[in-house]
């Protein structure tokens, strides 16, 4: 199926890329209710049967009191696929709701974090997957140079203060079209996020923005990912990777 193989073909060029996965690794997937993220636990489960590698794939969801609808269809569903998965209900992130409900973004995903480490801490996990798409890269790419004054994006790969996990985002390479035509084919329950509907944010800014510019040059995304792995520090103004004295040889031509 052609979905597949284009969905199978860049999370195999990502993992093998950035050695995201290897040998004997417990990899837990971090389930939003998304169409990425079920698209991502989607091709880990097949590479899972097919991969040189020998390595396991579980799910789990963190509850933090912001899905729209119940999570029984996603149950449903996963339990039908016999994958392992663990809803947690996250005590902290449902108070903070409760106490101040116009918290940010920060606090949020610190809140998170936390819970994702627990989570996966007691799955036995060594390999926590995310499900970060080739459109998350290229916007937090656009949003940091833009309005943080740094020029750079998400880690394909990263791991915990101690170690301890080794975080991967095996969709690097994959666009927001193919999940969105991917969980359809699958017939995958998608379970919105309050916050997925908000806009006028940065966020649904530049969204717009790439909707816009890719009508008229659809290889956008790709060239931006392109740019990620291919650096000129020689052409940018971090003095740390400048030929300031000279001793350098030549100036990149
Ligand atoms: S968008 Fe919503 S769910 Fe996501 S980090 Fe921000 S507050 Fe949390």
């Not at 093998?16 to 880990?44: C, N, P, Q, Y």
């Not at 390479?173 to 998608?190: K, S």
């Not at 969204?207 to 520090?233: T, W």
Request: charge should be positive.
């Amino acid at each position: 199926m052609e979905l597949e193989k284009a969905l199978l073909r860049k999370v195999g060029e990502a993992i093998g890329r950035f050695k995201m996965i290897r040998d004997g690794d417990r990899v837990a997937v971090a389930l939003s209710g998304g169409k990425d993220s079920l698209s991502l636990l989607e091709a880990l489960l097949l590479l899972e049967k097919r991969a040189p590698v020998e390595f396991s794939v579980c799910a789990f969801t963190i509850e933090q009191g912001k899905f729209l609808r119940p999570l029984d269809p996603l149950a449903e569903y996963l339990k039908k696929k016999e994958v392992a998965w663990t809803c947690y209900r996250d005590t902290p992130s449902l108070r903070l709701i409760a106490e101040q409900p116009g918290h940010g973004c920060d606090l949020c995903s610190r809140y998170r974090r936390r819970a994702v480490y627990e989570v996966a801490r007691g799955l036995g996990s060594n390999v926590i997957a995310f499900g970060h798409t080739a459109d998350d890269f290229c916007e937090a790419l656009l949003r940091n140079a833009l309005f943080t004054g740094k020029l750079s994006a998400l880690p394909p790969v990263a791991h915990s203060r101690d170690k301890e996990f080794r975080l991967i985002r095996p969709l690097v390479f994959v666009d927001e079209d193919l999940t969105r035509r991917f969980a359809e084919y699958l017939g995958a329950p998608l379970t919105p996020c309050g916050c997925s509907q908000r806009t006028g944010t940065v966020r649904a800014t530049l969204r717009g923005l790439f909707a816009s510019l890719e009508r008229q040059y659809p290889y956008l995304k790709e060239n931006m990912l392109a740019a990620m792995g291919n650096l000129e520090p020689g052409r940018l103004l971090d003095t740390r990777f400048l030929d300031l004295d000279g001793k350098g040889g030549a100036e990149p031509g």
